[in-house]
């Protein structure tokens, strides 16, 4: 069993920055890909970000693409993403996720072992 940890949720206004942070344990953390999704009030949850096992492929949402870094310590097992001008529909909270998929998928579906999640409040 995988168990996954997100933390660095807050209040931040509109254009400013925000880490997230994520460690996940009970798996050796270089065999699973991570991602970071969200979930606004009243909307469905989505994809944010991706990396893969050794961090060489990435991938994001077009919303946040230009915007968002995810990045992987793999002797840490922890995984970070950190979100630059953020806007008030950033307003959500995230999840970390991890799946034991190779491919960095945007699927939901796709991530076995979730974290409770971090809220982000963006004020305008």
């Known amino acids: 069993q995988v168990q996954v940890v997100e933390s660095g949720g807050g209040l931040v206004q509109d254009g400013g920055s925000l880490r997230l942070s994520c460690a996940a344990s009970?798996?050796?953390?270089?065999?699973?890909?991570m991602g970071w999704f969200r979930q606004g009030p009243g909307k469905e949850r989505e994809f944010v970000a991706g990396?893969?096992?050794?961090?060489?492929?990435?991938r994001y949402a077009d919303s946040v693409k230009g915007r968002f870094i995810i990045a992987r310590d793999n002797a840490k097992n922890m995984v970070s993403v950190q979100m630059n001008d953020l806007k008030p529909e950033g307003t959500a909270v995230y999840y970390c996720?991890?799946?034991?998929?190779?491919?960095?998928?945007?699927?939901?579906?796709?991530?076995?072992?979730w974290g409770q999640g971090t809220q982000v409040t963006v004020s305008s």
């Open positions: 996720a991890a799946s034991g998929l190779v491919v960095v998928d945007p699927s939901t579906g796709s991530y076995t072992y």
């Open positions: 009970g798996r050796t953390f270089s065999t699973l890909t």
């Open positions: 990396i893969s096992r050794s961090g060489s492929s990435r």
